[in-house]
């Protein structure tokens, strides 16, 4: 049963009923993404890799930091900041990009964000495997708190849907963001400490930093992977939180904005 | 119980507002006063109902509000005032392989699709047979569609939405497209469709096909309801109204 005004959907019955949309979206974005590349899949694993080894070269002959096993370093904040760009830069556009579906069929809106986002956390699995590669060819000892990664993997999941979601339905309106977005995600990368220590930066920007969410996500996984250590209560509070928050501004923007989504497309 | 209510419903757009797309337009437009004018209504007051079963026809001239009336009942839009119920499964026919990916071959399209309606994997496998064979595609299953003529298209896409179950079977002008044949094979599986029990709402300005598909029609001008009732009746009133020259 539909009703197009009066009552809301019932989001969780429209929520089970395009789940497997939301698989046939996936799928497609993964089987299109490397189609006709000789290497396929490999990608995945081989461009956090490449991209790893020149970070390397340039951050330890130009630029030094005092950072034990530089490498892992590296490739486990980067890995976890490629997927929140890729994954928020292609869910922004899904809902534009779907433009020609979204006039024509009834669908409900945010499977085109979320399924972004799926399709470039698919992609971050894959990557873990050249992280896994670096700990091996580095020597790195092996924790059994490894074993508890997908805890803030999860959790950035969910604040990346969060935010996928909202900026879909912002671009819909203000296309301007698009391009607004590129300047914003490298100002943020800057602000994330991935080829820098926290410990380097002047102790009144320390604090500053600690608002940034990505820094807790990817603190946590280096804790996880690298130091062995469980990650103290202030971290996972602020990994939980800023997921939550994320999710529910997120949905709820969307919520009340796509409404007229039409109009704009 | 009806199967689509349609109560008092006016759909406004914007004329204005759909140009503006930039921040310093709508900023300069906001100083000017401008962004709420042209209001231009492409329906106005329009009520009826649909029993299950019966076979309607929404016909008008160019611009007459007929594609945002079926737009409105499938759900892609929601009216400005008034509400349209619906109460069942609705296969909307409105452009044919709307959803296509042109990267994948017809067999992920048909699941793609599929899953746009609403149907899961295990469901369009049991009707993809039917789907292909009625496409007359078996040659050209794992080609990319991007490949395909229009016409094969619009062919896959019809067959897709008429072979999975639906309540009501929504169509825009969709049977222009096709050769004569498979306009022939798109007709008796409306027919079909129908004497099954679904309900069928077509939109046309082909009268012919009007009368030989529809038993009743709703003509809508200039966004106002003007006729209600039988098909041949509504549809003379309307070839006489256009002869008329208005």
Redesign the interface.
Known sequence: ??????QLHNSWHNFS?????I???VT?DL??KY?RSVLGYMWSILNPLLMMLLQTLVFSYMFRFDIPNFPLYLICGNTLFNFFNESTNMGMGSVLGNA????????PKFIFPISRVVSSFVNLLFSLAAILLVMLITRSPFYWTILLVWAPLLLLLAFCCGMAVLLSALAVY???LQYLYGILTMAWMYATPLFYPISALPPFMVPVIKLNPLYHYINCMRCLVMYGTLPGPNTWIACVGSAVVMMGVGLAAFRKLQ?NF???L | MSIIQVEDVSMRFNLAQEKTETLKEYTVKLLKHQLFFNEFYALRDISFKIEPGESVALIGRNGSGKSTMLKLIAGVMYPTTGSVTVNGEIAPLIELGAGFDLDLTARENVFLNGAVLGHDRAYMQEHFQNIIDFAELWDFVDVPVKNYSSGMIARLGFSIATEVRADILACDEILSVGDFMFQQKCHQRMEQMLSGGTTLLFVSHDINQVKQLCKRAIWIDHGHLRGDGPAEEVCNAYVAAMERGE
């Not at chain 1, 009923?17 to 949309?21: A, I, N, T, V």
């Not at chain 1, 020609?100 to 669908?107: A, E, M, R």
């Open positions: 049963m539909q009703k197009s005004t009066g009923k395009y789940r497997p949309l698989r046939e979206l497609r089987k299109v189609r020609s579906l979204i006039k024509k069929v009834y669908v203000f296309r301007d409404r039409i109009l704009y």
